[in-house]
């Protein structure tokens, strides 16, 4: 199983809600990471995980909330967003130490109304 | 010193031509050279990659050129199909833990 699975695939909220996104991979990956990507744009690194524990936050508001709940799973928690924040968000995993290639899944496509 | 610049922004070529992409560094601390393609509604792929020891990389039709010196790489698509039409990413990373530092992206249009 060489897959990055990714729910919803899509998901519309409002900037009051409180949503979750989820991310799975069962290629015994010990590095897992969240990326925002913007139309037409790189992918933008948003957070880190490494063996379950966060190593790499690049200043991301408090809005969004990841979690690592085991070593197969990462989870983003949504809370208070804005239109601004609508993207296309992508879980990505790599073995511990060759963070140079990442596995990326298809993404959420988030639309904050 | 952390950019990688990459061109062209878009580019369009006819079916069974050799589109060419080109990106460039200024930090030498990069040691790994990766091409990402990504279609419309999906993540980024890894296609290819190279690292500064070799100036030339082929997987099938897809070929990376590393210039060390002029710290400059490109990818080249042999016999290019319109199923190759996608956006391509140049990265480039320091290694281990260090995350990838992505070139704005390629538009590429391969019609018929």
């Known amino acids: 199983d060489t897959e990055v699975t990714q729910t919803p695939k899509h998901l519309v909220m409002g900037m009051t809600n409180k949503k979750s996104l989820k991310c799975e991979q069962h290629?015994?990956?010990?590095?897992m990471y969240w990326y925002k990507q913007k139309a037409k744009k790189p992918p933008e690194l948003m957070f880190v995980?490494?063996?379950?524990?966060?190593?790499i936050n690049e200043s991301v508001p408090s809005r969004f909330s990841p979690e690592c709940p085991n070593s197969s799973l990462l989870n983003l928690h949504l809370h208070a967003l804005q239109p601004e924040d609508s993207a296309l968000y992508l879980c990505?995993?790599?073995?511990?130490?060759?963070?140079?290639?990442?596995?990326f899944g298809s993404g959420t496509q988030l639309s904050v109304l | 010193q952390q950019q990688v610049k990459q061109s062209p922004q878009s580019l369009i070529v006819q079916k069974g031509g050799i589109p060419i992409i080109n990106c460039a560094y200024e930090?030498?601390?990069?040691?790994?050279f990766p091409w990402y393609q990504q279609f419309p509604g999906k993540g980024p792929a890894l296609l290819i990659a190279?690292?500064?020891?070799?100036s030339e990389k082929k997987e099938g039709r897809f070929t990376i050129s590393f210039n060390k010196s002029a710290k400059q790489f490109s990818l080249h698509i042999m016999d290019s199909q319109p199923g190759d039409s996608a956006t391509y990413f140049c990265?480039?990373?320091?290694?281990?833990?260090?995350?990838?530092?992505f070139g704005k992206g390629t538009r590429l249009s391969v019609i018929a």
């Open positions: 990505a995993s790599a073995w511990v130490g060759l963070g140079e290639k990442l596995f």
């Open positions: 290629m015994g990956h010990r590095a």
């Open positions: 995980y490494s063996y379950e524990k966060l190593s």
């Open positions: 930090n030498t601390a990069f040691d790994y």
């Open positions: 190279i690292r500064p020891d070799v």
């Open positions: 990265a480039a990373s320091s290694g281990g833990n260090t995350p990838l530092v």
